[in-house]
């Protein structure tokens, strides 16, 4: 015989000859002959010392056990004490019952949509991340959900889970805020002739997500070309001097002959306009020599226009002099005076009146 103790928190296994005999508790317990005991932790997870199935036939030592089956395709969540613990993937596990209560959440990893009661807070710890897809949609995106690559529904704003399996799982992004597209530099041709390149901006926003993802390719190239096009068309249909002048309404007119394909596309235009109109350098010459011949016309004609009513001033006074010798004098005084200021020294004899030497002096010889 051969005492042997076993203390709090342990448990010992008996074979005899090799073979599982009984389970042994806290205490003092004796062995017979060819008995020898295996001591475990009960803090521990159990490793069977032999196929688990012999051992399952004691029912005091199954009844002491937690036996947890993970299959294929499953996970399981284990909480020790209410506090998540780990990740058991699949095969089987043993835990002692004693001293810790487990909680147990079986998850079955063959489904995408998480359903299972699970704390936000553990889908950050690593042991549970890598079995989880994780996609986030900003606050000014909407997102189409493909599974399989078919359609499964629109999704709002927000952070999306999904269980990572083998089925193939992709969200499409669109920003529904306002967006800009630039045609820039587009060489065309007036109906003139002239080559001009033109920068033409447009405003728009995605308003049908299901139409723009789904029903369209790169439904923001097939705007562009559609913009481009319409802009050729309109550009082609009117003189240098007439895109000059009316940008506003070729814009206006490019907006309403995209109508229709936008609401196709799942967008809506809110606004474009032409930016900027460039000509060649011999183009720019040659309208610089233009604006330079109208100005210096601007010039002439004002010129004439004043010279004629100094003319109309001079003939209207002339007038006035003539039938007013009095009013004649008097100009005749003002000129004198005027001539006056510019002379420096006059001299005048003593034989004679002095206004009528001065008269003789500044009048004109006939």
């Known amino acids: 015989m051969k005492r042997v103790r076993i203390n709090a928190g342990k448990v010992g296994l008996v074979f005899k000859k090799g073979d599982y005999s009984r389970v042994i508790t806290k205490g003092i317990h004796w062995l017979g002959f060819n008995e020898n005991v295996i001591q475990y932790d009960l803090t521990q997870p159990f490793a069977a010392p032999i196929a688990l199935e012999f051992l399952l036939q004691d029912q005091e030592l199954e009844a002491m056990l937690h036996v947890v089956e993970v299959k294929d395709n499953e996970i399981v969540l284990v909480h020790e004490n209410g506090i998540f613990k780990s990740v058991f993937s699949a095969g089987r596990y043993t835990l002692w019952k004693e001293v810790f209560t487990y909680e147990f959440t079986k998850v079955d990893l063959s489904k995408i949509y998480i359903t299972e009661k699970i704390d936000k807070s553990l889908f950050s710890n690593y042991a549970l ?130 109508k229709d394909l936008v609401v196709k596309l799942g967008v809506r235009v809110l606004n474009c306009g032409i930016r900027d109109i460039i000509l060649p350098g011999d183009m720019k010459e040659i309208m610089n020599q233009v604006l330079v011949a109208q100005k210096k016309a601007q010039a002439n004609s004002i010129t004439r226009r004043e010279e004629t009513a100094s003319t109309r001033s001079l003939l209207n006074t002339a007038k006035l002099m003539e039938e007013n010798e009095m009013l004649y004098k008097l100009k005749e005084m003002e000129y004198v005076e005027k001539i006056a200021d510019k002379i420096g020294e006059i001299s005048v004899s003593g034989d004679g009146g002095m206004v009528k030497q001065l008269k003789d002096i500044f009048s004109v010889n006939r």
Do not use: C, H, P
Not at 163 to 186: F, H, P
């Open 129 to 258: 991340n890598k079995y989880i897809r994780v996609f986030e949609v900003a606050a000014y995106e909407k997102a189409v959900l493909l599974v399989d690559d078919v359609y499964t529904k629109t999704l709002e704003s927000g952070v999306y889970r999904f269980w990572k399996n083998d089925t193939s799982i992709k969200i499409a992004k669109v920003d529904l805020r306002q967006l800009q597209l630039e045609i820039a530099g587009q060489e065309l041709l007036t109906k003139d002739k002239a080559a001009v390149r033109i920068n033409f901006d447009t405003q728009y926003k995605v308003v049908d997500i299901e139409k723009a993802m789904l029903e369209n390719k790169d439904y923001e190239k097939q705007l562009y070309i559609a913009m481009q096009l319409a802009l050729r068309t309109f550009v082609g249909n009117y003189t240098l001097d007439e895109l000059l002048e009316q940008k506003e309404s070729i814009a206006r007119a490019v907006q309403e002959n995209v």
